[in-house]
């Protein structure tokens, strides 16, 4: 964030910031030196940036498409974790929630479900499954109406979009019932892998690690139940569809492993050793 000319740090931290690296993506990255928060230090106007997903530019449904089978592993793994502090199946809101991939595998699960997703044409292919879709950005779909309606909300991989993320933890704060669940997954920064391929500053306008999540979470009265260090499934062949610019040489070195159907190794070795994303199971408490 920037306040007077002034790079300072979201969670308010007394600290200076530095950037994140001299090259390539890094260098629009800041960083804190108190709880190591990066963020895009000059983020592009709103405007610019909605447009790239009101335009399916970021974050594609063409991409999606090709990820289903891969999601649908990562959010069957993630929503039996949350049944364990939530059994009984009751409403939940997918934030995010694209073509509806996660929405489906709740259903199956015997979850009531609804999403939000600003991506019209994304939100369509989700309607057409017969999915209760909020469509625009989360900012501007929370009615008085859907406040404390659901027992649980899911942000897959949105929180380092937002521009302001402690806005949008406000918000699903606020459409949860008392007591309520927050599943929330987003890229961990210190992991090598979210460093070598998370730095997007058009897209992920903030990476964290275990230590300011929990306290960007613990500051808007939510109660870490479980945080764990771990991967998505991924598949060698989906990579080379990703928005992520790795170069030529890494898309020639992917292309390669994926002939050799290295995935199953990719996926232990992404869960074991790389473990580049943060998964956070958070009650809604009362603010004291
Ligand atoms: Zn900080």
Same mark, same amino acid.
């Given at each position: &964030? ?34 190591? $928060?990066?963020? *895009? ?10 447009? $790239?997903?009101? @335009? +399916? ?19 069957? @793994?993630?929503?039996?974790?949350? !049944? ?9 809101? +997918? ?8 929405? %489906?595998?709740?259903?199956? &699960? ?24 909020? /469509?625009?950005?989360?900012?501007? *779909? ?12 899911? &942000? ?11 806005? !949008? #933890? ?8 008392? %007591? ?7 890229? %961990?920064? /210190? ?10 500053? &058009? ?7 275990? @230590? ?22 991924? !598949? ?14 890494? #898309? ?31 009650? @809604?408490?009362?603010?004291?």
């Amino acid at each position: &964030m920037t306040l007077n000319g002034i790079i300072t740090c979201l969670l308010g931290c007394r600290a200076g910031t530095r950037p994140l690296s001299q090259n390539g993506n890094g260098s629009n990255y800041h960083r804190c030196e108190k709880c190591g $928060l990066a963020f *895009v230090s000059r983020p592009p106007a709103s405007p610019a940036l909605e447009r $790239l997903y009101l @335009k +399916d530019i970021s974050s594609p449904t063409s991409y999606y498409a090709k990820t289903v089978e891969a999601d649908r592993i990562t959010f069957v @793994k993630r929503l039996r974790l949350l !049944a364990q502090f939530q059994p009984e199946r009751c409403l939940l809101l +997918d934030i995010g929630c694209s073509t509806g991939t996660l929405m %489906n595998v709740a259903a199956s &699960m015997g979850w009531e479900v609804e999403g939000v997703e600003p991506n019209p044409h994304a939100a369509y292919i989700a309607r057409q499954q017969g999915f209760i879709v909020h /469509e625009g950005f989360f900012s501007s *779909v929370l009615d008085r109406h859907l406040k404390g309606k659901y027992q649980c909300v899911v &942000m897959s991989d949105v929180i380092e979009h937002v521009p302001n993320p402690r806005d !949008a #933890l406000i918000k699903a704060r606020q459409l949860l019932a008392p %007591n309520g669940f927050l599943l929330l997954s987003t890229p %961990n920064l /210190e992991s090598f892998w979210c460093k070598r391929f998370q730095l997007k500053p &058009m897209e992920h306008l903030f990476l964290f690690n275990s @230590k300011n999540l929990s306290l960007l979470l613990s500051g808007e009265a939510f109660e870490i139940c479980h945080l764990e260090k771990t991967s998505r499934r991924r !598949a060698l062949g989906q990579l080379t569809h990703s928005t992520t610019e790795v170069g030529r040489e890494s #898309l020639t070195l992917i292309r390669y492993l994926s002939r050799l159907r290295l995935d199953g190794a990719l996926a232990w070795m992404m869960e074991h050793f790389f473990k580049d994303e943060l998964v956070v199971i958070a009650r @809604k408490t009362r603010r004291l």
